[in-house]
């Protein structure tokens, strides 16, 4: 079992990529992981921009990324790039909050033209933040996610069947990190 | 003579980005051009991050950009990228909130290791909100802003006079933008 | 009137990207421009490949580029970025090849998933090598190009507008370019 | 012990990116890894620009990759991205011939102003490929390989220390992919 930090970088308050990482996290449980949800927005807005690192929910959003084995990294795709609501926390971080963990990155948009930010603007941020182990990520038609009534979600087929692999892909890859600890106390 | 408007994504209230800034500005100045100073960091924070396209500090940094020739878009180097402060202004703006202009973009930082999140990370953003021109932008080493006790600035010899040849080749490309209307008038 | 190159970087003897780069030379020729067509396929391999600067297809090249007063530059994505041989001829360009040079830069692809190659992974290259103005580049899937028997060129609709737009843009840019040698002389 | 194939991308037949690789591999040899080298500049230019997919060369270039467990990748950089030589042997090898594989990005450069190179320009170029893990890479600067005259290879003591870190964690990622397999037969 792992710890899995379950970041969305939305601004919105009925994000889609929100509720994507949410529905995620519940499969990642599935598999035994104790998952943490963090929605970027919740934290305050002065902190983020203000770099004002000793506030307590930046304080606490650091201890977060340190307890985690595993980071899911949820942004929407805004001019070709990751959020700047992500980015601000992202800042406020140590230089290698990622060391030695396992992410995941996913992105959400209105178009395929922007599947590429993922490789080309999220990860090596992420590789920046000194990650252990980056696995593919995958990117999410916003159309191909729909909310119920219920803030339910339910994903294109196509859609679903390639998340639960690239999930399962990142669970793995948890578990590999564990076994060398697990190795050590046999 | 052009309008341009000179932007500072640092979220640091004695930033050495913004006071390049500032320097640079007298120089564009001098050239005859209008320059209007952004500080992100003056923007309502909650507006920012919270997407509140309906704010007085978003509608009149919108109308800032709208009204402006070029831009010069400075931006700490953080986790090998543009700060999540100028990102989230960026994310806020219209779509192609930089089309028909002519942009000069400038990345300040601790190490030379950092040099090419301009050109990868910055530019894409740049050139996805439909900027016409984006000149060579330039790399400026923390170490090489001196700032006196009075907020003035000194420059390293070297980097002084790349940066002036810089803001000279920004200003001719916003002068090249404006000689057909000129033409036309005449 | 401007001296263009225009640059295929496809290996392939019936490429689309050559073919729609010759059917753009027309009108770029049609706006009085002189296009040379430089198809980087037709040099030799072994001198490109084995940085053979003295060899005379690549002093050729190099004159080419040296003469130009705008690149068109062409290429397939292949593996999420520009192709190998197109890598292959920038490499043996001298370092500021593209300085004081209006660049348009175009790609083909089977998926719109790669349109972000253009601003992530080429733009990047030729800002490198001191281009003045790279202008806002366009992605063309392949199945917008048909060939014909007679290896005429027949672009999707659409794609024949945005590429009018795209090729007009560099055109203008090219005779901005060229305005204050003309002022000067006048 | 896994299989490593290790790919220099220098065309320079005294290439410090190849001797840096072939003195790595020694290390990589001593941890129980069978090493094999490829250096690409040695395969048919004509076959690589051609993207002749059956030419022996190409074909043994592929086998060689589908056998590797784990791939070492090394690129000079230039005009601030990986090699063409690099890239046309990547463009001639199946659109996932790193599924499933450990990677290691290496890159040699003068000036630490390209070091975001191997992030920005190598990293999705491998990820595209389908690369399972692409582990922190590392940037040498020339300066810092003195080649003796037997073509031994001495580092700089800090670079020395850091590639030895770097080519230890890839081991062990190595190592970590190949221990579900030993539980399995367990």
């Known amino acids: ?22 529905h995620l996290d519940t499969r990642l449980v599935d598999q035994g992981h104790q998952v943490v949800p963090l929605d970027v927005r919740t934290l305050s807005a002065q902190a983020l921009l203000g770099a004002d690192f000793g506030h307590p929910d930046i304080v606490r959003a650091a201890e ?5 084995d595993g980071v899911v990294i949820g942004t929407p795709v805004y001019k070709a790039a990751y959020s700047g609501l992500l980015k601000s926390l992202l800042d406020v971080l140590p230089q290698y909050a990622l060391a030695g963990k396992t992410v995941l990155p996913l ?28 696995v593919q990520g995958w990117f ?28 399962d892909t990142f669970s793995e890859a948890l578990a590999g990190r564990h076994r060398p600890l697990l190795a050590a106390a046999g």
């Open 1 to 22: 079992m792992a710890t899995v930090l379950s970041v969305s970088g939305s601004p919105s308050p009925t994000s889609r990529t929100a509720r994507l990482l949410r």
């Open 64 to 68: 977060l990324f340190a307890r985690a």
């Open 107 to 134: 992105a959400t948009g209105g178009s395929t033209a922007h599947v590429l930010a993922i490789d080309y603007a999220l990860r090596p941020v992420l590789s920046s933040m000194g990650a252990d182990h980056i």
């Open 140 to 167: 999410v038609l916003d159309r191909h996610i729909t909310v119920g009534a219920d803030d339910s979600v339910v994903l294109e087929p196509g859609t679903a069947d390639s998340l639960g692999r690239i999930v």
